[in-house]
């Protein structure tokens, strides 16, 4: 906030809601938005205030060309752009009326984008308020399903679903085609399971470290330590495991979609972070992993239910974020073709 004082006194300027803004500098130069406040500015941002022509179809077409300014703009040590640039830059522009119809179509399809983005979001809410509901630090769980009643058990992560390490395959004997090799940087701040895979030749004797579709997993050093993710490909797909990356194991003891449940809760969590040794290379190890504390409905078929509502959720997201991203790529289409 800045009262009128500090206005009348810097190089702040007043703008209305609804004001094309362009940033100047830093990790958003490039970005153009529309105020949706009144507001003030400093000069790192610019107001652009268009004569004839629609805001939000100068708006568009800015974004649409960011990478482009900002490639041509911002080198050779120039760190910063400038009104003098920005009021350089040649735009195509057709008759008002067209202009209308394109940000119309546009401005549609941007809410469409943000709704289900919002709805995304409600769903990862509902997953985590889910997980502190179901499952519990105490024997008495705030919510059962009904005819389960039997007090929980605590039990350690280990006997439930031990730990194994993977294979230390060499760098020098990797392939370009072959079994995908899952390593540490495969798995994800989000969660996932992707980037630059590696590739080894089948082996003879793997059961060792042959990883199958559904099989939960967690990185034990490096960047991301400590996030796990179930592992998601091709189904009746090989694949391995790399040293360093944990894989949880299953036991007749526990129903693996709970121990997928239990990995991606809070109390799962918050035994993590008491155990992560942290300095230049933070990493975990299997043994302290196994001795994590849960209680564990002793019948199988509790853990079953509480499981298969978690993937059901995890299912419903992921089709959501799939949703999400098709509607990101139509808009980017739809920019290549109503913009030159």
Known sequence: KINYDGLNNSSARLIETGTLLYALYGATSGKAAISPIDGAINQAVLAIIPQNNVNRFIYEWLNKNKSRITGKYLQGGQGNLSAKIIKQINIYITSKNE?????????????IISL??????????????????????????????????EPLKKQKLGDMA??????????NNYVNTGIPIIRISNILSNG???????????QSDDSNYILFNGSALIAMSGATTGKTAILDLEKKKKVYQNQRVGYFTPTKNSDYSFIKAIIKSNYFLKQ????MVAGA??????????????????SKKEQKYIG???EIINKIILLQKNRVDKLKKLKRSLLQQLFI
């Not at 202009?99 to 941007?110: A, C, F, H, T």
């Open 99 to 111: 202009e209308l119809k394109i940000s119309n179509i546009l401005r549609i399809v941007n809410k």
């Open 116 to 149: 289900q983005q919002r709805k995304n979001i409600l769903l990862y809410k509902l997953r985590k308020s889910l997980l502190s509901t179901l499952l519990t630090d105490k024997c008495t769980p705030k919510v059962r399903f009904k005819s389960f009643l």
């Open 162 to 171: 031990p730990l194994r390490g993977g294979f230390a395959f060499k760098a």
């Open 192 to 202: 996932s399971i992707g980037g630059n895979f590696a590739y080894y030749s089948e």
């Open 272 to 275: 993590l972070n008491s155990i």
């Open 281 to 298: 290379q933070p990493n975990v190890s299997a043994v302290d992993i196994d001795n994590f504390t849960f209680y564990f409905p002793e």
């Open 308 to 310: 298969n509502n978690f």
